[in-house]
């Protein structure tokens, strides 16, 4: 396998400014550990370029106030997703997908199959995130990938929706 048929998108989100979603230590950690871990010839042997990173440390200001200048928010990862999508529909884009995510997180208890990670505006009544697992499954059902390797690190909360 070329490593330059790898591909990974990363996410790791730390703090959340509204009252509802604690702040939380380990998942920027977590990502750098992963990325690390891809690069490196005794795990992953990706190509550094094919790695995809998004985390809230990537963001200034680094102590947000409120959820209105908190990062990453769902359009900022989920353009991380977009790239794969667009190509998706033309075809076959590589041969593995590794998507690595780590924050809060909530899935539906009456669809335990959609899995979501909360963006770092969250808040109470506007429940902002991304559904990665449907990303993961339209790949899937779509041979974009060969493999896809989803990981997904997220203290499970509730959805107030």
């Known amino acids: ?8 998108i990363i996410v790791g989100i730390t ?17 750098k550990e992963f990325c690390q871990w891809l690069v490196d010839p005794a795990g992953g042997d990706m190509d550094e370029q094919n790695i995809k990173c998004l985390l809230t440390t990537d963001f200034h200001p680094p102590d947000p106030t409120g959820p209105q200048d ?19 529909l033309q075809g076959r884009v590589g041969k593995r997908l590794y998507v690595f995510v780590a924050g809060h997180g909530f899935s539906d208890p009456q669809d335990t199959e959609t899995n979501c990670l909360y963006a770092a505006n969250a808040r109470s009544y506007f429940p902002y995130s991304t559904a990665v697992t449907h990303y993961a499954s339209w790949f899937h059902r779509n041979a974009v990938f060969d493999e896809i390797v989803l990981a997904m690190d997220c203290c499970r909360t509730t959805n107030p929706m």
């Open 1 to 8: 396998m070329s490593k330059t048929d790898h591909y990974a």
């Open 70 to 88: 908190a990062h990453p928010i769902p359009n900022e990862i989920d353009a991380l997703f977009e790239k794969y999508v667009s190509q998706g």
């Open 15 to 31: 703090t959340y400014p509204d009252a509802s979603l604690k702040d939380l230590r380990g998942p920027v950690r977590d990502a």
